[in-house]
T-cell receptor, first 115, second 112 residues
Framework: DTEVTQTPKHLVMGMTNKKSLKCEQH?????MYWYKQKAKKPPELMFV???????INESVPSRFSPECPNSSLLNLHLHALQPEDSALYLC??????????????FGDGTRLSIL | AQSVTQLGSHVSVSEGALVLLRCNYS??????LFWYVQYPNQGLQLLLK??????LVKGINGFEAEFKKSETSFHLTKPSAHMSDAAEYFC??????????FGAGTRLFVKA
């Protein structure tokens, strides 16, 4: 069983809808990540939160809006998405810090389809 | 610049045969390296990691990897493939911050 829980597992939405992806971990990790993964490709980093503060935004379009309400939760709010945004969205967590070689723990992802 | 190159997007082996997945890296600082596995419809799972010290690293499910600085390689091996090993494998480099550089991935097929 994965220690990072993502909901929902699948999401189908129209381009005008607003929805949210949720991620939860109880490992005491203080860094949390959102990745986008297209089929047959490696994960692409979108956002990183460290101690509940946004540390990295990889020039992601504003139709994706992250939120970290507390140290265990991470949300990704979606609005006016495009068909090319259809992908697997992965959440991960780790211990933060520079070069501390801590691996990331991944959830099983949300499979998002934009109609 | 830091980078990860996985040689071979697809590798096919027979059940019981040796598994060898190749990874080469480029890093200007001592690297921290990982191998992750991704099964269909799942997230990435850590197989093993290299930080410092012993260059032969043992991981889960019988996998191991050897760090060779002179060859800038971190190849993943398993003596005997099992059908359940069929998956996508990613080699990854920790850049020292929050960014991890992933290789393009290698799909492992295991034939009965």
């Amino acid at each position: 069983d994965t220690e990072v829980t993502q909901t929902p597992k699948h999401l189908v939405m129209g381009m005008t809808n607003k929805k949210s992806l949720k991620c939860e971990q109880h490992m005491g990790h203080r860094a949390m990540y959102w990745y986008k993964q297209k089929a047959k490709k490696p994960p692409e980093l979108m956002f990183v939160y460290s101690y509940e503060k946004l540390s990295i935004n990889e020039s992601v379009p504003s139709r994706f809006s992250p939120e970290c309400p507390n140290s265990s939760l991470l949300n990704l709010h979606l609005h006016a998405l495009q068909p090319e945004d259809s992908a697997l969205y992965l959440c991960a967590s780790s211990q933060p810090g520079q070069g501390n070689n801590q691996p990331q723990h991944f959830g099983d992802g949300t499979r998002l389809s934009i109609l | 610049a830091q980078s990860v190159t996985q040689l071979g997007s697809h590798v096919s082996v027979s059940e019981g045969a040796l598994v060898l997945l190749r990874c080469n890296y480029s890093s200007s600082v001592p690297p921290y390296l990982f191998w992750y596995v991704q099964y269909p419809n799942q997230g990435l799972q850590l197989l093993l990691k290299y930080t410092t010290g012993a260059t032969l690293v043992k991981g889960i499910n019988g996998f191991e990897a050897e760090f060779k600085k002179s060859e800038t390689s971190f190849h993943l091996t398993k003596p005997s493939a099992h059908m359940s090993d069929a998956a996508e494998y990613f080699c990854a480099l920790d850049t020292g911050g929050f960014k991890t550089i992933f290789g393009a991935g290698t799909r492992l097929f295991v034939k009965a």
